[in-house]
């Protein structure tokens, strides 16, 4: 079902990066098998083994800072993950959908900020590869804040450092969890990205309304 939107009452586009914005495709590939096969090449173990204690890792830190930061992996992992990173570029694309959507939403007054839990060098490097950057009026790391957005100090913290109005804010994120914590924080409109990743099935979103298409949110009227 078409998400229904009253423009009137948002000025602010809070947008998540990877899997919102970015074809989520790229960090699935990269994360859940070129590191195992990495991590199997350079420790000389099977590639089952590898899968297994990567992901075992993972578990441990889902849902902190950690998970998101690509120093925490370089240690933990002891690859040279940044490097390893730039091998599959190609894979980084941006939503065909976005862009008219942003350019509509810029058209129309409203303040458009990403907000990424990604780490500030992966930020870098999706902003090099893609065109991201001219669309937004400012971009975030959580990382900068010292919490990531599963955290209610993120919340506070970015808003002492933006003051944008809660209440008239789209936060707009392919997590389930990171919305129930937007909305846990006040931000007054959610909406979660049905597919994040073009090679996946579409996800179901249990308590927030979500969408396959930025185009099923338009048009942006000003006000």
Partial sequence: MKPMLNWSQIDTLLLDMDGTLL???YDNQFWN???PEH???YHQVSIDEARQLVHSHFKQVAGTLNW???DYWQTTLQLPIRELKTRTVDLIRLRDDVPPFLQEARRAGKQILLLTNAHPDALALKNQHTNLEQFCDQQFSTHSFGACKEDQRLWQRLHAEVGFNPGRTLFIDDGEAILDSA???G???LLGVENPDSQL???VFQRHRSFDNYA???PIMST
């Fill in 23 to 25: 074809d989520l495709h």
């Fill in 33 to 35: 098998h070129r590191v």
């Fill in 39 to 41: 991590y199997a090449e």
């Fill in 68 to 70: 998101y930061c690509l």
């Fill in 183 to 185: 909305h846990t924080f």
């Fill in 187 to 189: 931000i007054g409109h």
């Fill in 201 to 203: 099935p579409a996800k």
């Fill in 216 to 218: 099923q949110l338009q």
